[in-house]
């Protein structure tokens, strides 16, 4: 037998989990399964696949992280609204098996958004300021609907990062969405005055963006994300507990269902 061949481990088969995950997903981006609608209990998913409820729960667990699903204060699943380019995000998965925190999270968003903010005050066209103002349109129409406003506030996000046209600045943010957003989705859901503080601040710094005033705009991006943090603190989250054991957490039931 040569060294060559004894380099390399056998390769086995993908486990059952990302079976699930990959064959929900599949729906989902084909279009088979649309935003909004019911998935199916966890009981139910548990039959169709004829899986055991710890590989349900793993897969949708994966799903939830790309955004593809969503569980609400009910612990019903629907689907959730595919934004592709972070289905398979090597990078964001390489955060959470470092256990990045929160407090972490937020201090390098922090960074990037007022970069970003600043160069779109100086470069926004108007086409993007005007995909500003549809957004944060869209977004006070979906109150109550936290799984789509999370998503258009993510989005928000990204149209500065569009309009400053620094391409090192959008690759640095890009693992960051996806870890920020089952947190934006519980700080919605649990504090009331998240949502109508969430649209001023958009407003306001969309409005700081249409007048070319980059120091307003700065500082109320500062304001806008010291809020999340404080929203964070405000549902009794941990700033320095890994990101990914928090998430875990805010999905696991108090017992199985029988």
Do not use: C
């Given at each position: ?58 897969g949708i667990r994966m799903l939830e992280q790309a955004g593809l ?110 870890l920020a957003l089952s947190v934006t989705q519980m700080i919605l ?70």
């Amino acid at each position: 037998m040569s060294d060559t061949a004894e380099r390399f481990e056998r390769i086995n088969a993908a486990p059952a989990y990302q079976l699930v995950a990959e064959a929900i997903e599949k729906g989902i981006t084909s279009g088979r399964l649309r935003a909004g609608e019911p998935l199916g209990t966890e009981a139910e998913l548990v039959r169709q696949f004829g899986v055991n409820r710890s590989t349900v729960r793993e897969g949708i667990r994966m799903l939830e992280q790309a955004g593809l699903v969503h569980r609400d204060s009910s612990r019903r699943l629907t689907v959730g609204v595919p934004h592709y380019d972070r289905l398979a995000s090597r990078r964001t998965r390489a955060l959470v098996m470092h256990e990045v925190t929160f407090r972490e999270l937020s201090e390098a968003v922090l960074v990037l958004d007022l970069a970003a903010v600043e160069q779109a005050a100086l470069r926004a066209t108007p086409a993007v300021i005007a995909e500003l103002e549809a957004n944060i349109a869209r977004t006070e129409a979906a109150a109550g609907n936290w799984p789509v406003v999370t998503e258009l506030d993510t989005q928000w996000h990204e149209l500065f990062y569009k309009a400053a046209g620094n391409r090192v600045l959008q690759l640095a943010r890009e693992p960051a969405p996806l870890l920020a957003l089952s947190v934006t989705q519980m700080i919605l859901e649990q504090v009331k005055e998240a949502l109508p503080r969430l649209l001023v601040a958009h407003r306001t710094i969309t409005e700081a963006v249409r007048k070319r005033d980059p120091e307003n705009a700065r500082l109320w991006m500062r304001r806008h994300l010291q809020d999340w943090r404080r929203g964070f603190e405000h549902i009794g989250k941990d700033l320095d507990q890994p990101l990914d054991r928090l998430y875990l957490q805010s999905i696991a039931p108090a017992e199985d269902e029988r």
